[in-house]
């Protein structure tokens, strides 16, 4: 594993062999993730770091305590484990955080991703604070897809909601991903009653205008305890239908891999979709797992079960095989899915989503 992290000044990183990663290569046949639902897990969010310059309040408390370097995944741990992951058939890879883009030399990370034989995709999570300097980088390094959260474009909303964010630099971010060429690039905006219910239309008119995709996410119960999330909650049926009284929605079967379900606007290259964990439950198609910044592999995001893969890999520098045994072993006991439906006034999972990356 390499151990020769180049500065951040420095990459693209041109010792890189050019090759294309290996689509479709063979594996060994019992080498495919399968839970005890029959699901198979395809898909790997990782979280690359629990930092994040932001404090969106759904998502994190305003005064955070990070964890000490030495807890969190080196970028070649990083590596390793999402090698691990492609061998086991996952064959789309997140990158997320916190806020992946704050995390030093993640692109000499994702160039490298991007190269595992196996892996047909590679995407990445943003708040775009960081776009404006990296969009190229990034694009270069392989990255396909960017999705990237965006819950108003008011600037003093801006502010209140990520209660330290700069609208227009995530608005910079958005024009740098934009001419940067990605196949696609997709707003993600959580649904919060009395905080963006009256600029739903404007958000679908700013991703037309930008000819970029959009999904609204209803809000889930994570972060700080006592908390309810009952009074801004807004359903994505709310939305839909605030948004048909503005635009002719019609409903497309067309999936980008994701939960997300999508309408098309008529003569239009915009996806308006829907990211409804509450109210349309999709846990019975659920392909994907979660790897936190300290190592933590969580099967299901509504549930606290999980197995810590970092002592494993510290222990085994140079042996795969413990690693790959657990994340197998993982699929035992992954939930059936999450009830955040019951969810919103009752205890809600201490777990910030800054941690397990959305
Ligand atoms: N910092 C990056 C970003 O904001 O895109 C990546 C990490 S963030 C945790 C990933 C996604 O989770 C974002 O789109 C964010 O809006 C969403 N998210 C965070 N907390 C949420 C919550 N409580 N309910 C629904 N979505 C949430
Ligand atoms: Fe940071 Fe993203 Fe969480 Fe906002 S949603 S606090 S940008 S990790």
Same mark, same amino acid.
């Given at each position: ?43 790997? #969010? ?26 969190? +995944?080196?970028? /070649? ?11 086991? =058939? ?8 916190? /806020? ?8 000499? +990370? ?9 892996? #047909? /995709? ?14 190229? &980088?990034?694009?270069? &390094? ?10 108003? +474009? ?12 700069? +609208? ?9 991903? #934009? ?40 809000? $889930? ?35 980008? =891999? ?8 008529? =003569? ?21 797992? #979660? ?29 795969? &095989? ?8 993982? $699929? ?27």
């Amino acid at each position: 594993m390499p151990n020769d992290l180049p500065g951040a000044q420095n990459w693209p990183d041109t010792t890189l062999a050019p090759t294309p990663p290996l689509i479709g290569a063979a594996r060994p046949a019992d080498a495919v993730l399968v839970d005890k639902y029959g699901r198979q897990v395809s898909y790997l #969010r990782l979280s690359i770091t629990d930092r994040c310059d932001f404090r969106c309040h759904y998502c994190m408390a305003e005064e955070m305590e990070f964890l000490p370097r030495a807890q969190v +995944l080196t970028l /070649e741990e990083c590596l390793r484990l999402a090698s691990v992951f492609v061998d086991l =058939g996952v064959s789309k890879l997140r990158v997320t955080g916190g /806020e992946p883009l704050v995390r030093r030399n993640a692109i000499w +990370l994702l160039e490298r991703l991007a190269r595992l034989p196996g892996l #047909r /995709e590679l995407v990445l999570t943003t708040n775009g604070s960081q776009l404006a300097r990296y969009a190229p &980088a990034l694009r270069a &390094a392989g990255v396909r897809r960017i999705n990237i959260s965006l819950d108003t +474009l008011r600037a003093e909303r801006f502010r209140q909601i990520t209660r330290v964010g700069d +609208l227009s630099r995530v608005l910079a971010g958005i024009a740098a991903a #934009r001419a940067a060429g990605f196949e696609r690039l997709k707003i993600n905006a959580v649904l919060l009653r009395g905080g963006n219910d009256d600029e739903i239309s404007d958000l679908v008119h700013f991703a037309v205008a930008q000819e970029i995709d959009i999904a609204f996410i209803e809000q $889930m119960p994570f972060g700080e305890l006592g908390h309810s999330r009952r009074p801004s909650f807004l359903s994505s049926d709310e939305a839909l239908a605030l948004l048909q009284a503005d635009f002719v929605l019609v409903p497309s079967a067309e999936t980008t =891999g994701g939960p997300a379900r999508y309408w098309r606007i008529p =003569g239009q290259t915009t996806r308006v979709g829907f990211i409804a964990p509450h109210s349309h439950n999709f846990c019975a198609a659920c392909n994907r797992v #979660r790897v936190t910044a300290r190592g933590e592999l969580f099967p299901c995001l509504g549930s606290n079960d999980a197995v810590h893969l970092l002592p494993l890999l510290r222990a085994h520098p140079a042996d795969d &095989a413990l690693v790959r045994a657990a994340i197998a072993q993982s $699929m035992g006991f992954k939930a059936r899915g999450h009830d955040f439906g019951q969810r919103l006034d009752a205890p809600q999972l201490v777990r910030f989503m800054s941690v397990t990356g959305g």
